[in-house]
């Protein structure tokens, strides 16, 4: 027996039927005939019969349970990426190091609490294959996070072992700090400081970061939140002499980072290292007025000029910066200016009001916008009169989007162009911080910060290389 399907024209009209048919024989004939027509049977049962048929094997899905099996998909790929840094490596093959890959992949995937990673996001992932680890709840998350930071010395400089397959390393490394506030405060190393949050009466830690020229994380580290910035320079150079056993150092950081004190050690007989940073608009102007730089050098091609101590100073302008610098500083006038004449106004409009509250208003204002050396104010029968200043405008404008990058490394070994270049490889760190900060860290208590020092150097490498 065959199923046999077969299609006609009428018209305009299609007309399509299933049978089934047999084959016998009248004498030496083969012949053909009917058994049933199928055509109004349902397609499946059509498609079951015509196997059984050819002596195949059909299935019933009635009565079959479906279920979806764990996720393993993303872990594998963390796990494959882990791998090729060597993050895997250096953790180890212990049960710790196992738990501390869950915690990476947990953070990553579900950033949420270890309650949640312990008692329901593992519920969904294929962790016992993946990871080869079972039987672990909360606290034994917790108590990883101990081990990560006991261990993170030694985990930082295995990775940068594989990284570089040498311990004699020649390397430019890019370092800076951010800072990060907590809503409790109680937190040993939370304290009160600088906050770039702009979190009034919040507490903060302080993190430093450092990377290698190409982005790759190094170390990471976690100050007190009153730690001003220089103040955490001398530490990681300690690290990279010691830990690292780097011989020689080329030490990148912003002007608020490196200062004399930072440059003196860099170059002290300890180190014999040299820097990259940049210098302030009022050492700029100092140089400016020594004759050492002038006004006419910075242009938007890259200058290079060399200084007294044969320290060199690169140059440039960026012209999109100074106009947006310069838009700024008409928009902060204009700001001032129509703050002025509402004063007036209600000092016209109230009799009684008190000229001096008005006059303490408007000095408050122009320091806020920070116009004191632009703008000045009279007071004349309750009428406030105010003078811009243009050539203090044009002044400041002189400088605006310029920038200096100081440095001692010499020419023959990091070039004008690959100097500057450097320098601005400081916005991998700032990204660094972006991805850890916005999209991947939520550093809360004591325990967190534990396991930031691991995580956040994870979640920065994966970010910036994959």
Known sequence: MFIQRTQRKTKDKVYHSVVLMENYREGKKVRHRTIATLTKW?????????????????????????????????IVAIKQVAKRLGIEQALGNSKQAKLAMVQIAGRIIAQQSRNYIAKQWVLNQDIENVFKVSNFNEDSL???????????GQIEKKVFKHRYKSEKIKQIFLYDVT???????????????????????????????????????LTIEVFEGNTNDTKTVSPQLKKLKEMFGIERVIFVGDKGMIKYSQIEEIISDN?????????????????INKGILRLSLFEDEIIEVEGEDKERYILRKNKYRAQEISTNRGARIKKAMDFIQIKTKHLKEHP????????????????????????????????????????????????????????????EEVPTQVAHDRYKGLGLVEFAFRTM??????????????????????????????
Do not use: H
């Open 271 to 287: 180190y014999k290292w040299d820097y990259l940073t940049t210098i302030t608009k009022e050492q700029t102007n100092t140089l």
């Open 42 to 74: 349902p397609k499946d049962i059509v498609y079951d019969l015509e196997k059984l048929l050819k002596g195949k094997a059909v299935a019933s899905i009635e009565g079959m349970e479906l279920s979806n099996g764990k996720t393993f998909g993303a």
């Open 352 to 411: 009684k009001a008190k000229t001096e509250v008005a006059m303490r208003n408007i000095d408050e204002k122009i320091a806020q916008l920070k116009l004191k050396e632009i703008i000045s104010v009279e007071l004349n029968e309750r009428v406030f009169n105010a003078g811009i200043d243009e050539q203090e405008v044009e002044g400041q404008g002189q400088l605006d989007g310029c920038y200096v990058v100081k440095t001692s490394v010499p020419k």
């Open 437 to 466: 900060k916005t999209t991947m860290e939520e550093l809360r208590d004591y325990y967190e910060i534990s396991w930031t020092k691991l995580a956040m150097l994870f979640c920065a490498i994966t970010r910036q290389k994959t």
């Open 142 to 152: 917790y108590a990883n996070l101990d081990w990560l930071t006991k261990n993170q």
């Open 179 to 217: 800072s990060s506030y907590f809503e409790g405060t109680q937190n040993e190393l939370a304290k009160f400081g600088y906050n770039r949050d702009k979190k009034k009466g919040k507490m903060q830690i302080v993190v430093g970061l450092m990377l290698d020229s190409y982005g790759y994380p």
